[in-house]
């Protein structure tokens, strides 16, 4: 197998991409809705910089007037000293003045991009908040970055600079038009006759160059989404030394996104030569026409030069609504993709009128129950069963039995696909997304720690909590004794993940963060699984005191772990098969006896 054979297997074996372009038609309608990101500022910023720009805009068109057709043909031709001495000062005020509203309009477009991106970026991330476990199920966590930094990061000149500058190059063009043809009608005809070409050739590459910058985000997504999961697997790839093929996929996924950039920009740069070579024919034609009618006698020196004045004028607005144009074609492919991701609607979604539980006795029935992650896997399978209040349920099973499915359906991360979840006899499509989760607590074999201090990610579950409050729940879980002592105790900073800490220890924070959030309901994921021997007595007098009085889902593979539980129930493949309590279980000799059997010969042998 060749060098590229094996490029191309590699590729083929890390493909992954949940993006698509999105191929719809360039549409005014989306922009709008872009656009109504300005609205809060409609009042104060945006005002302020169209008056800025009005200004700016009426001294370029006011200027060569008074250069050419005043200052030429009558002071200087009638060597008038007085008006020429005023048309100087004139001008040049007028140019201060146009500094001045340049200068602001440069400090509040900045102000207003920022503020809208500000705006945008918070909007997309709140609302990804909102959205359903299936979401996140189908996407990886690189192209959702991408999607609220760099596709949010590209409309930042759009609102700094191409929002303005399109009206005042609209002001500009419409001046300098009605201006060309007050000076001389026939000249303006002459060299406005190449225009409609020069637009002819720019709508031909309208959808080359805004499909092109879609392609460019696709990329760009694609190689985020590898380094999010290659930074975050560094050491699996180390431990089987694939350092040499992820390496080569990261340079095919780059090499995509530098075609597709070096693609796009080729096309971008296409608008620019094309506005220069107009020009230049019309400047030909000025240079040409111009001089037969200054022979004739049908126009004066003085208009011929505000005429190459305004004629310069009349190009550099074109090739800035060029500019402007491929920033719009780059916001729409970003925009695009914003909105897809702002259209989603969550899958579990809050009732229109939902019922508060404040006091949750914490009663669990499932009524018939089914649920399928897709339309080829059932999870489950016809589940009923009912969990009283302050009952530990312990749930047992192979993998892929499913007890997390479970889980997700009391934590309402996903709705049953057929019956019915109630909490305290209420169906839970009825309750406050929020305050039914507020009561429940998960507690994952795999814990997630925040970059932070020990007590902060302690206290993510309950902010308002003191800090005498997080230690009493850290003692209750004996995670005090290893805190006090790091090196600045509660206080220490921990990194991305929790990596200076144990998996045991990041066990016991998580074990504390959910004994501080006092739930109704606790549910406890394989939460044992990765903690030792010692830490696991430890941790058994911990639960005593944490499931006391609370309703407890417990699942475990540990089946040494689950002994206290007032019932044990047996899953396979979606179906419940036994349930009971541990003795009851093994006095039956079913497959919970097989499971503990099986269990306990490993542990001989081990």
């Not at 719809?24 to 872009?34: D, S, T, V």
């Not at 920022?114 to 996407?139: A, E, G, M, P």
């Not at 037969?292 to 310069?312: H, Q, R």
């Given at each position: 197998m060749d060098h590229k054979q094996k490029k191309e297997k590699i590729m083929e074996r890390f493909h992954y991409s949940t993006d698509t372009i999105i191929?719809?038609?360039?549409?005014?309608?989306?922009?709008?809705?872009?656009?109504?990101?300005?609205?809060?500022?409609?009042k104060n910023l945006l005002p302020a910089a169209f008056v800025a720009v009005f200004i700016s805009a009426l001294v370029r068109l006011v200027a060569p007037i008074l250069i050419g057709k005043y200052t030429l043909d009558h002071a200087i031709a009638n060597k008038d000293i007085n008006l020429l001495t005023i048309l100087v000062v004139t001008i040049a005020g007028l140019y201060i003045l146009s500094y001045i509203a340049n200068k602001f309009r440069i400090k509040w477009m900045n102000m207003l991009g920022?503020?809208?991106?500000?705006?945008?970026?918070?909007?997309?991330?709140?609302?990804?908040?909102?959205?359903?476990?299936?979401?996140?199920?189908?996407?990886s966590a690189g192209s959702i970055l991408v999607r609220i930094m760099n596709d949010i990061n590209s409309l930042q000149?759009?609102?700094?600079?191409?929002?303005?500058?399109?009206?005042?190059?609209?002001?500009?063009?419409?001046?300098?038009?009605?201006?060309?043809?007050?000076?001389?009608?026939?000249?303006?005809?002459?060299?406005?006759?190449?225009?409609?070409?020069?637009?002819?050739?720019?709508?031909?590459?309208r959808k080359k160059i805004r499909r092109s910058w879609q392609t460019v985000r696709l990329k760009q997504s694609k190689l985020n989404s590898h380094l999010n999961e290659s930074i975050q697997g560094i050491r699996v790839t180390q431990s089987f030394t694939q350092e040499k093929e992820n390496i080569e996929f990261f340079d095919g996924v780059n090499s995509e996104n530098f075609r597709a950039w070096q693609n796009a920009t080729k096309r971008n740069a296409m608008f620019t030569p094309m506005v220069e070579m107009t020009n230049a024919i019309g400047t030909a034609i000025l240079i040409a026409y111009g001089a037969?009618?200054?022979?004739?006698?049908?126009?004066?020196?003085?208009?011929?030069?505000?005429?190459?004045?305004?004629?310069?004028m009349f190009w550099e607005p074109i090739s800035r609504l060029g500019q402007v144009y491929n920033q719009l074609l780059m916001g729409m492919a970003s925009s695009e993709r914003i909105f897809e991701f702002l259209d989603e609607k969550p899958i579990v979604a809050e009732s229109h009128s939902p019922i508060s539980l404040t006091n949750m006795d914490g009663k669990i029935t499932f009524e018939s129950v089914e649920f399928a992650y897709d339309s080829s896997r059932k999870a489950l399978h016809d589940v009923s069963l009912t969990i009283d209040a302050g009952q530990t349920v312990a749930l047992v099973g192979h993998t892929g039995s499913g007890k997390t499915t479970i889980a997700n359906l009391i934590s309402r991360f996903y709705d049953a696909t057929a019956g019915k979840v109630k909490i305290d006899d209420i169906h839970i499509k009825d309750l406050s997304i929020q305050e039914l989760r507020s009561q429940i607590s998960v507690v994952l074999q795999d814990t997630f720690i925040f970059s932070g201090t020990i007590i902060d990610n302690i206290r993510f579950g309950r902010p308002e909590a003191s800090d005498e409050d997080v230690i009493e729940a850290a003692k209750a879980v004996g995670a005090d004794d290893f805190i006090k002592n790091l090196s600045n105790g509660?206080?220490?900073?921990?990194?991305?993940?929790?990596?200076?800490?144990?998996?045991?220890?990041?066990?016991?924070?998580?074990?504390?963060?959910?004994?501080?959030?006092?739930?109704?309901?606790?549910?406890?994921?394989?939460?044992?699984?990765?903690?030792?021997?010692?830490?696991?007595?430890?941790?058994?007098?911990?639960l005593?005191?944490?499931?006391?009085?609370?309703?407890?889902?417990?699942i475990a593979h540990r089946l040494s772990t689950i002994r206290e539980a007032d019932n044990i129930i047996v899953l396979d493949h979606g179906h419940i098969m036994e349930q009971g309590s541990h003795q009851q279980l093994m006095e039956k000799k079913g497959i919970y006896y097989g499971l503990v059997k099986a269990q306990f010969n490993m542990l001989e042998v081990g």
């Open positions: 191929d719809k038609p360039f549409n005014w309608k989306q922009m709008w809705r872009l656009f109504s990101y300005l609205k809060p500022y409609s920022q503020n809208v991106i500000y705006d945008i970026r918070k909007h997309l991330f709140t609302h990804v908040q909102t959205l359903s476990h299936r979401f996140f199920d189908q996407r000149e759009l609102f700094t600079s191409g929002v303005i500058n399109l009206l005042m190059d609209f002001i500009l063009l419409i001046g300098v038009v009605a201006l060309l043809f007050t000076l001389s009608p026939q000249l303006t005809l002459a060299i406005l006759i190449i225009v409609p070409l020069m637009f002819f050739i720019s709508t031909s590459l037969s009618l200054i022979a004739d006698e049908s126009i004066t020196i003085g208009i011929f030069v505000s005429f190459a004045f305004y004629l310069g509660y206080f220490t900073e921990v990194e991305e993940r929790g990596n200076i800490l144990s998996v045991g220890e990041r066990q016991l924070i998580s074990f504390a963060r959910a004994l501080l959030a006092d739930p109704r309901i606790i549910i406890l994921d394989e939460a044992t699984a990765s903690i030792d021997t010692e830490t696991e007595v430890k941790i058994q007098h911990a005593r005191t944490l499931l006391k009085g609370r309703t407890a889902i417990m």
